[in-house]
């Protein structure tokens, strides 16, 4: 019963990934992710410039009760397990993956219209990051 409705939902998130895009990719100051297909954005992802600061932009989402996550595992290279494993960083570092380790977290998408809810978060992030 609920792949029926997969269509529909898809078909909204990915209108909500749309007006998230249309707000935050010329913005200078967030990279966010390249979409290449066709997929069902489940959520929106942000990572910060060098220069801010992921806790007061946290701190300011949590103040406003938007909830958010850390971007999923973040380095693997910076977990305690690795200790265990035998391996080499080719290069010597993941530089692009400490960003997201460091400066990096997602709020979720869902599927209705979340104008208001995006707006709002630009609207936060916005003045948070002056």
Do not use: W
């Not at 080499?88 to 380790?101: E, F, S």
């Amino acid at each position: 019963e609920q792949l029926k409705k997969l269509p529909v939902m898809t078909s909204i998130r990915r209108k909500n990934l749309y007006l998230f895009e249309s707000m935050f990719k010329e913005d200078p100051r967030f990279h966010i992710q390249t979409q290449n297909g066709i997929g069902s954005s489940f959520s929106f992802p942000i990572i910060l410039r060098d220069e801010l600061k992921r806790q007061s932009v946290l701190a300011a989402l949590s103040d406003a009760e938007i909830e958010h996550r850390i971007i999923t595992g973040g380095n693997i290279l910076r977990n305690d397990v690795m200790k265990y494993y035998n391996h080499t960083i080719v290069g010597g570092d993941a530089p692009n993956t400490d960003k997201a380790h460091y400066q990096g977290f997602f709020v979720g998408n869902y599927p209705a219209d979340l104008t208001i809810q995006l707006e709002k978060f630009y609207e936060i992030l916005d003045k948070t990051c002056r």
